[in-house]
Every structure is written in structure tokens, then in C-alpha cells.
């Protein structure tokens, strides 16, 4: 994510509720203004942090996104975002864990190409809606940890906590971690 000018807005989460919200200067608006913005997939991704050989090795990657929209509403708990991730561009940087990932065992990209994220509902700092990987939807709650906004385009910042078994991704367990710490980061223009 790109460095924040001053007269960017900023908005970071140091605590819970909206106690932990600081806005950089007062006249700043928190929140990007109402319409529709699609993802710019060069300046976005999703992240990755789990642990393999037995929790004992920390691995990091990516993957990329292949489109998405966020319609900011007003209200803003009127919002919505579609994401679309190739499940195919998993990355850590060693070829035969990430060709092991790819295959039919773990997520069989494949079959199921694609990773979606669909969600309608705003609360505060969370967003909440539906991850659906290998056929397989399950409830999900992003928590929003930072945004900047300006008038045709903002960055926004996520973070969330996958257990891979309840998409039905159960191979090597023991061996390869059964818990994502999943970041979303990304740049969104106004149609």
C-alpha cells in the first residue's frame, strides 16, 4: 500500500470499538464518499502468515486478485464488495510447496480457479460476509485495520483468521498449518 500524504485520510485501529479509531486531522472524512469503485488489481493483493513443519516454520505468501467491485453505501452498513482471487496465483516463494498447494490435494485450482469473497454488511470496523473456496462458502468477518480516502480513489487495509479444514482444504494435517492469517489490501477507483 502506498505511503499516506498529510491530506490523505487515515484511519487506524489501536483498540476495540470505536475507542481505537484516530482520524489524522479533524476535517478529514473517514470514509470514502458513496458509488461504486472496482479493485485496481496491480496495486492489490491478499497476504498470508501459517506455520508448517509442525508449527515449528513460519511461512508467509500471496495471491493475486482477479477483479472485484466495493459499492460504498450511505449509510455506510449499506455497503458492499465482491472479490474475485486467483487461486492459482498462490505464492511463497518455494515451487513444490506452492505446487503442492495448487494441487487437487489442498486447493485443485484446477477445478475451483477461483476464490470469491461477497459481502453486504458494514458494522463499524468489520466487514462481514461469505469466503467461498473450493465450492465451499463460509461466514467471515474482515476487520478493517486502516483506510485512506481521497475524492476518486481509496486504499483499505483487512485482516482475517481462515481455518482451512472448513473449506474442506484437510491434507498434511500436522505438517502444514490449519490457520491463515489473511490480509486483504487494496486500491479501489470510482467509477
Known amino acids: 500500500m502506498a505511503a499516506l500524504s ?8 489501536t483498540g476495540a470499538g470505536a ?8 476535517e478529514a472524512q473517514a470514509i470514502p464518499r458513496p458509488g ?31 477483479a472485484g467491485t466495493i459499492d460504498v453505501g450511505e449509510p455506510l452498513a449499506r455497503s458492499s ?3 474475485q482471487i486467483d487461486a492459482a496465483s498462490f505464492r511463497t516463494g518455494n515451487g513444490q510447496r506452492d505446487d503442492q498447494v495448487r494441487s487437487e490435494r489442498l486447493l485443485d485450482t484446477e477445478r475451483y480457479p477461483v476464490i470469491t469473497f461477497r459481502s ?3 458494522d463499524g470496523l468489520a466487514l ?28 483499505a487495509r483487512a485482516s482475517t483468521r481462515i481455518d482451512r479444514n472448513e473449506f474442506g482444504v484437510t491434507a498434511y494435517r500436522g505438517i502444514a498449518g490449519r490457520y491463515l ?6 486500491r479501489c477507483v470510482r467509477t
Open 120 to 122: 453486504d454488511s458494514v
Open 36 to 66: 461504486r469503485y472496482e479493485i485496481d488489481i496491480s496495486a492489490s493483493a491478499v497476504t498470508f502468515r501459517t506455520r508448517h513443519l509442525f508449527g515449528l516454520a513460519p511461512v508467509r505468501g500471496r495471491f493475486a486478485i482477479r
Open 128 to 155: 462481514t460476509g461469505t469466503l467461498t473456496v473450493r465450492n465451499v462458502t463460509m461466514p467471515v468477518t474482515l476487520s478493517m485495520e486502516q483506510t485512506a480516502a481521497r475524492a476518486r480513489w481509496f486504499n
Open 19 to 26: 475507542a481505537g479509531v484516530a482520524i489524522s486531522t479533524p
Open 81 to 83: 464488495a465482491f472479490v
Open 6 to 13: 498529510p491530506d490523505q485520510t487515515r484511519l487506524d485501529q
Open 181 to 186: 492469517d489473511m490480509t486483504i489490501e487494496v
